[in-house]
Structures are given as C-alpha cells and as structure tokens.
C-alpha cells in the first residue's frame, strides 16, 4: 500500500519525465523574453536610444510635422513617448487592410528623424510565440501552456511536501545543503534546495500564466475583482476597429494637435511615459495613455481622454480603480517580475534559467533510483536465496486464559522489564508467556486475547529495530482484527526527545484503531523511574491481582526462571583500574580508556556487544557544597534504601534534592532521596581479558549562574573516581545488539567516537573465533588527533584480520586539510558509505551483517538514510526482519 508520500513522490517524478522537456524551452524562452529591450538595444546602438543632447525633445505635434516634413503620409495611429532624456520616440502606422497592426519605428526625440530598424526583432517576435503558444495557433497553443503552468506549479508544491525537513523552523535545513557531496546526495541536495531557492518565483508564474491561459479561471478572476467582461471588451475594441476601417481616412494637422497637448501636459505634470493614439475619426478623441514618477509598475497606467480643443472628456487614474482592477493590472509585471524593479527581472530571469538543472537533476536522480532499485532488488534476491537463518514463529499463542508479555526492545531495558511482568504474573497464579515483537506478525498476533506491551521508543518517537517489521504491518492493517484483545501499554522513553515515549503511545493508538480496547491509560516510563514502574504494578494489581509490592531478590529469581535470558539484575562491585585520555588536542570533548575489573572469583561472561551499567556518584566536592548550604554534617549516621549508611554517601549516590525549607534532621533529608539511575556504556572487551574496558567521552552539564560541570557518569568514571576505587557495576545483555548465533557471514561495522567501543567488541570476538572478513566504517574529528580506533585497526588489517577499513574525519574535510592525510572528499561515515555503494551491496549479497554503534543524532540517522537511499526502504527492511541491520545507538 503506497502511502500519501509516496503517491505525491510518483506523481512529482512522473510530471517531471514527462512535462520537464517542455518546461525547458518555456524556462529558457522567458527568461530570453526578460531582457529583450536590452538586448536589441545592445545590438542596435542608436535606435532604441540616442546620445543625450542640450536641446528639449520635440512635442507629438513636432514629430508629426517632422514626419510629414519627410514625405511619410500613412496615416499614424500612436505616439509613445519616454520623459527619460536620449529615450527615442516610437511612432505607429494604422494597420492597412488585412493587417492585424501596423508598422511601428523608432524616431530620433531630437529632431524626429526615422532611425533605422532593430535588428533581431523578428527572433524574439518568434520567441514569445513558442513561449506562450508553442509557436500553435494562439487559441491551440495558450491551453497546452497553460497546462504545462499547472505542472509546474504541482511539481513545485509536491516538491516543498516531499523535501520537509525534520528541523522546518531552521533556515538551513531549507536553504543550505552540503556542496561536497557527491553523486546522489549532492544531485538530490542541489535539486531541492534550489528548488526551496525558487519555489515563490514558480507559485508566482505558473498562477499567472494560468490566468491568461484558461478563459475558466480568467473570466471568475476578472469578475471577483470587479473588470469588464472580456468578451465585451473584446467586441467594443473590434467594433472601433472596425469603424476606424470604414470611416474616411483623418489626417491630422500637426497643429491640430497642440491644444490636447498641452492639456495633457498641464494635467499629467510628472509624466514619464506617454502613449498618444490619434484619432482616426472627426468625432474621436485624442487619447493618452501614461504613468508617472510614482507609479508601482508599468501597467498602473492612468487614460486620459482630450478633445482636440484640449477639453477634458475622460480622466481615469489608476490609483483611483478599485483594489481589484488595481490587482489584475499587476499580473504582467509580477509575471515579468518588473513589479519589483530590476532586483525582481533578475531574480524572475534567473529563475526561468534554472528550469534546465532542475530537469537534468531530476533525470539523473530518476535513472540513479531506478538502477539502485534493479540493484536492490537483484540483491535482495540474492539475500533471499541464501542459506542465513529465518525469522522464527513466536510460540505458545493461547486463546484462553494466558496473557502474552509482547517486548519492543533495542538494548534490553524493555526486555528486562516484561521479564520482570512475567514473572509477577506468574506468581499470581496466572498463565504467561514471554513475546519478542521481532517474532510476531497479525496472524500470530490476533489470537491473542490479552495483552501486556512494554515498548521502548527508538530516537525521536521511532521503533527499536526489532519492531520495525510488527509497526509497518499494524499501520498497513485495516478494520478491526483485534476488536476482541484487552491490552495494556507499558511505553519506556527518554525526556530529552521530543517524542518522548513516542512509539509506545503511537503503538497503543495504533492497536485501538483496529479495535483494541485499553484496559487502561498508557504508562509512560523515563529510564527507571521507580514510579512508573509502581504505576505498571497498580495497575497490574488492579486488573489481575499481581503483587504490586516493591521487587525483591524473589523477584529476581522468579524473573531468571521466567526467561533463561535475563540479565542479571545484581550490581557487583569492580576496581578502577585505569583511565587513559585517548584525543588529547582533540577540538571534540575529551575521551578516555576507562578499565575495571571484578574479582577474579566472581568469572562473569557476556557477550559482544554487551553492555554495563555503571552506578555513578556526584563529585564529593558538589556533596560537600550541598551539606555546607544545608548547614548539615556529611557523617551523620542515616537509614537509606534498608540500610545504614552516612548522609554523604546517600547524598553522593542520589539526586541532589532542592529543599523547599531547611531540613529538620539528616534522617529526614535520607528519606527523600531518590537514587540515580545507572548509566550504560557499551563493553568494548570480551570476557577472556579480565578486565571492563569502557571508552567514555566528557560531558558538561550547564548550570544557570556557574560554570559548567562534567556529566554525572563520565565525570565519575574520567575524572572524581580514585583509581582503585570500587564501583558498582551490573552486565546487561543487548539482544538487538549481539552476534547472531552460529554466525560465520562477512560484517560490517560502522560507528563514531566512544561508539568504536561496542564495534571494538565485536571485532575482537570475530577475530577470536576466526572470522576475518569484517569492514569498518568509522568517523571521527581529526586524525591527529582522534585516530585512537585507527591505531589499533592498522595492527589487525596489517595481520589480515580485517579485510576492509574506512575513516571519515569530519573536521579534516572541513578545513581541506586532507592531503596529508590521504582523506578523501567525504566528511562522515554515510557520505563514505554511498562513496563505496557498489563494494556494500556487494558485501550484502553475501549475506553480511550490519552492525551500528555511536550516537543516533548524526551519525546513525545518517546511516539509515544512506541505506535506504542505496538499498531501497523494501531492501533495507529485509535486513532489518532478518537480523542482519543491528545497532548501539544513543
């Protein structure tokens, strides 16, 4: 099922291969219109314009006399006129029969001397008839141009929806794009943020161009704003015209013409272009059309009507008309783009010029797409047809009694969390299983009678990887399938995004769409925030008569027996052994090589790609400012969490509180303490080391008034910590994370900064098993300074180890310091992903497997983009329902 976005993404692409052709030569022949005057006036000096004298330009009745003077005795139907000095005079001859106009010359504002012709004329006659009728009769051509307008103007608009940033309210995200670039990112880059440069100038032509074209929307336009019918205004001119043919010819005296002459110049004082139509008739008037110094644009023109005695029979001014015929007159010059002078004639020029890139990027990104989709889809044939393991069937559905623990979980906290449901509801005597959503489908899943979900949310409101697959078919399911469940939502975020607890809530709306009813509100949960857990237990307990009491070591247990997998829920204590500052210089915040170990009696095994979970304290100096602005004494014996302990190292170990008023006793400040909540880092070593090895970047927290402090976690580990200090550590299982069983396929690591240590991990274990065929894609800020990873990777290639490395380092490409580094064009692990497209999907149709660890902001949204640009969203998506797309990201 195509969604909205894809049905607008067809018909932008379709209208381009199809009306883009044309739109060129319309593009480019109105911006050759724009300039025409200038043009032949370049090519034509003297006709146009004359060199400026000190004499006054003559009068209407002097070039008339100046022309009859030279033997000329057609009769002249206008004289036009420009106040601007050196500007010739134009002067046109009534049309001879059959003519539709008359011959019009230039003349000399000096001594009304015929000047000779412009040349080129004829070229830009043809020009304006192929722009604004495909050189087709007019009445054939105005509705193909017409509609090539509205295509325009759909391109335009599909274009701005299709291009909608993620940030709409940063100028950047609309008006910049990264010119080193190369091959579709750029072409796509260039496309539409000039489209973005353009897009106003269209939505101004094609809506223009539009009324002209089609009688069906001129004629409601003209009548809202209040014009004249043009069909009447059409046969009143033909009917002069027609008349002017039949009455006797009028030659008009040059004399004749000074008293309407002067009564214009007496009424229009400030005149700066004037066109005078001679009558062609003794009971016609003489006629003036004009603006002056003031006027808007070139179409506000005031019409004056004059006897030839100079009396007044009509005085229209253009600021006088309505607001509406004051509109319709600025259509041409908003058209041209002459309504906002020089500036507007460039801009509107310009525009008209890029209509060929936008074609031409168009196509290329056209034909790009459909070879990448062929590629695509040719590898993910390929993929299909290998011997990797398939997604297996969740088990144990049951129709009756049983409730289904559904988990959406990227590293393991939702996991741990409906491990810890289960095991409640089976102490409560009720029938339980445990479901990963990786394993389930609609048929799997509308069986099912009740429902417990807990769901993680993935970056700003987006699946954990494992439910991609279980979201795309809820959203393409229609009616009410489930119309039978009675489920409870369990949604796990984290408050610094926006979207906070966006899927979770997202999901539940989802399953109520298709007739699930909520059993009750969706609980919301941020990291492991005691309350909302207590909130899941009430309402657990309300509804099934689960234990809502706080866990216990029981609990635990029961949780282990509920599923073989779960992590182990016990903090052990582990010495400091070591840290080692790893980008000294580095312009990024400092890194540093963090090592523990536990006591070599307690042998813990984990995984790669495994985390740890560090119970972190605050600096004992930011405790001890605490307790002297508290006026209380650090040492005093208090009763925390079920045990004694002193008010220091409660306070160390817990969120600082604000207190409202001064604390009555120690005892009381301990009793509303609330603990902090670990911090995980991904494990860069493997158990047959003996040691933890963390790599842990230096955050500043602000604080409003003081100076920045290091982050809680990195500040303990890299700065306030004492080496050989014991710290609580807990090893957590990251299933999204974590080799795939038996798995012997090529692997593909991409990752940035303290990110290289979850990939450190996996490429140590495969070396340890073997396995050499592994490529790492891997960005940093400087190699000078950051190439720590790099150090170490060199030592496994050089033992062909590693079959394959690339280094994007960011701020080398910014400041073109890349030659002697040997860096090329790219600046960070995506733009080296689509610089080596062809050796990744080559890669993937051997069944390799993707691994991504390092921050979501940047780098990893970036990798998806490029995957999904490179694989197809169909392509990208098998990878994902295989297992093969598994990432660490924060």
Known sequence: ???????????????????????????????????????????????????????????????????????????IDRITLYAEPGRSAQLAFAPEKGERRGQSVYLNPYTGAQLPAQSGREFFEWNERLHRWLLLPRDDGKPITGSLSLCLLLLSLSGLYLRWPAKPLSWRSWLTFNVRRKGRPFLWGLHSVAGTWVLVVYVMLTLTGMYWAFDAVRAPVDRWMGAPSRAAARAEQSAAQEAARKAPPLNIEPATLEPAWQGFTQLASQWQ??????????????????????????????????????????????????????????????????????????????????????????????????????????????????????????????????????????????????????????????AAQLLPAANLDMAQLQPQRQLLWVASTFGEGQPPDSARRLARLLQQAEGTPL?????????????????????????????????????????????????????????????????????????????????????????????????????????????????????????????????????????PAQVDAWLQAQQLDGSAAVQWRGSASSLRDALSASELPTLSAPATSAQAVADQLHPLAPRSYSLASLPADGRIRLYVRQTLREQPGAAPQLGLASGWLTAHAALGSSIALRLVDNPGFAPLVGDARPAIFMGNGSGYAGLRGHLRHRIAQGQFDNWLVFGERRRAHDSYAEDEVCVWQAHGQIERADYAYSRDARDARVQAAGQGPHCYVQDALRAAAEPLKAWLARGAVIYVCGSYDGMATGVDQALTELLGEEGLNALIDEGRYRRDVY
């Open 1 to 75: 099922m195509w969604s909205f976005k894809n049905i607008w993404f067809q018909i932008h692409w379709l209208i381009g291969i199809t009306a883009g052709t044309v739109l060129i030569v319309i593009g480019l022949t109105g911006a050759t219109y724009s300039f025409q005057d200038e043009v032949l006036d370049w090519a034509n000096p003297g006709t146009a314009s004359v060199p400026v004298q000190q004499s006054a330009a003559l009068t209407p009745p002097q070039l008339l006399a100046a022309v009859r003077a030279s033997g000329e005795q057609r009769r």
């Open 273 to 430: 272009f004037a066109q005078m139509r001679l009558p062609q008739r003794a009971d016609q008037p003489v006629q003036f059309s004009w603006w002056g110094a003031d006027a808007p644009h070139d179409r506000a023109r005031n019409q004056l009507s004059l006897s030839l005695d100079g009396s007044v029979q009509r005085d229209d001014r253009f600021a006088d008309l309505p607001a509406g015929r004051r509109a319709l007159a600025a259509i041409y010059p908003l058209h041209t783009g002459t309504y906002f002078g020089m500036t507007g004639r460039i801009i509107v020029t310009v525009a008209a010029l890029m209509m060929p890139l936008f074609a031409i990027t168009g196509w290329l990104l056209y034909l790009e797409r459909r070879r990448k989709s062929r590629a695509a889809a040719k590898a993910q044939r390929a993929l299909l047809e290998g011997d990797g393991p398939q997604p297996s069937p969740a088990t144990g559905a049951n129709t009756g009694a049983s409730i289904a623990v559904v988990y959406a979980s990227q590293a393991g906290h939702a996991q741990q969390l409906a491990v810890r449901t289960v095991a409640r509801l089976r102490s409560a005597g009720l």
């Open 483 to 619: 119309a039978h469940q009675r489920f409870g939502m369990l949604a796990l975020g984290d408050r610094q995004y926006s979207q906070f607890c966006g899927f979770g809530l997202g999901l539940a709306a989802q399953l109520e769409r298709l007739g699930a009813q909520p059993v009750f509100a969706p609980i919301t949960m941020d990291a492991e925030d005691d309350s909302a857990w207590q909130a899941w237990l009430q309402a657990l307990a309300a509804h099934w008569g689960v234990n809502a009491a706080p866990a216990t070591a029981a609990d635990n247990a029961a949780a282990s027996v509920a599923d073989s997998d779960a992590p182990d829920a016990l903090f052990l204590p582990a010495q400091l052994l070591s840290r080692h500052h790893l980008n000294p210089g580095s312009s990024g915040q400092p890194l540093y090589q963090v090592e523990l170990a536990f006591a070599p009696a307690q042998a813990l095994q984990w995984q790669a790609g495994g985390l740890v979970e560090v119970k972190a304290a605050h600096a």
